[in-house]
């Protein structure tokens, strides 16, 4: 049973710039949810989809956007990047509502 | 307003001592109470979860305590080794929606 994977581990970007960071769910899982996890903090939930669908969002701007193609994989973007923005991005994955999520290993997203 | 909180923020134990680490919850629409561990470098993994139903779950070396009038749970970590050091996390969801309340962590150090 292959586990959570996300790509790219590690991003370097500036200021203003966008990025796709990406994610492959567990198989068999049709819930993806997307954490920022700011350094020495717990993960913050930014949002979950559902069959492609958005399933609830947390305190993020609209410039954090994201999709689930059929394959239940997923792809968290961001634009106009802030320094604010550096961070462990984390996916995790379920079977659905209250069933145990999995996470990947993240994508460490440093802004200069 | 933080909907977990977590304490303390670090512990040190001996090895074989037994690590104590609590959270509070607001909430009361919250059914799951799941703890994860991270180390550096990785996404958190899932150790042991329990809903309000029981008042405590033991896993191998891990305990959960649960005090549903008190908004109270704990781990407690039996035997602790050098291995189990690592940040712990602490989180609630409501039932059928996986969006999760992660506590701020707790980076535990055992000696040997």
């Known amino acids: 049973e292959t586990g959570v994977t996300q790509s790219p581990t590690h991003l370097i970007k500036t200021r203003g710039q966008q990025v796709t960071l990406r994610c492959s769910s567990q198989?068999?899982?049709?819930?993806v949810s997307w954490y920022q996890q700011a350094l020495g903090q717990g993960p913050q939930f930014i949002f979950q989809?559902?069959?492609?669908?958005?399933?609830g969002r947390g305190n993020f701007p609209p410039r954090f956007s994201g999709l689930q193609f059929p394959n239940y994989s997923s792809e968290l973007n961001v634009n106009a990047l802030e320094l604010d923005d550096s961070a462990l991005y984390l996916c995790?994955?379920?079977?659905?509502?209250?069933?145990?999520?999995?996470f990947g290993d993240g994508t460490r997203l440093s802004i200069l | 307003q933080q909907q977990v909180k977590q304490s303390p923020q670090s512990l040190i134990v001996q090895k074989g001592g037994i690590p104590i680490i609590n959270c509070a919850y607001e909430?009361?629409?919250?059914?799951?109470f799941p703890w994860y561990q991270q180390f550096p470098g990785k996404g958190p993994a899932l150790l042991i979860a329990?809903?309000?139903?029981?008042s405590e779950k033991k896993e191998g070396r891990f305990t959960i305590s649960f005090n549903k009038s008190a908004k109270q749970f704990s781990l407690h970590i039996m035997d602790s080794q050098p291995g189990d050091s690592a940040t712990y996390f602490c989180?609630?969801?409501?039932?059928?929606?996986?969006?999760?309340?992660f506590g701020s962590g707790t980076k535990l150090n055992v000696k040997p």
């Open positions: 909430n009361t629409a919250f059914d799951y």
């Open positions: 329990i809903r309000p139903d029981v």
């Open positions: 989180a609630a969801s409501r039932r059928n929606f996986n969006k999760f309340y």
């Open positions: 989809y559902y069959r492609e669908e958005e399933n």
């Open positions: 198989s068999g899982h049709n819930t």
């Open positions: 995790a994955s379920s079977l659905g509502g209250g069933q145990p999520q999995h």
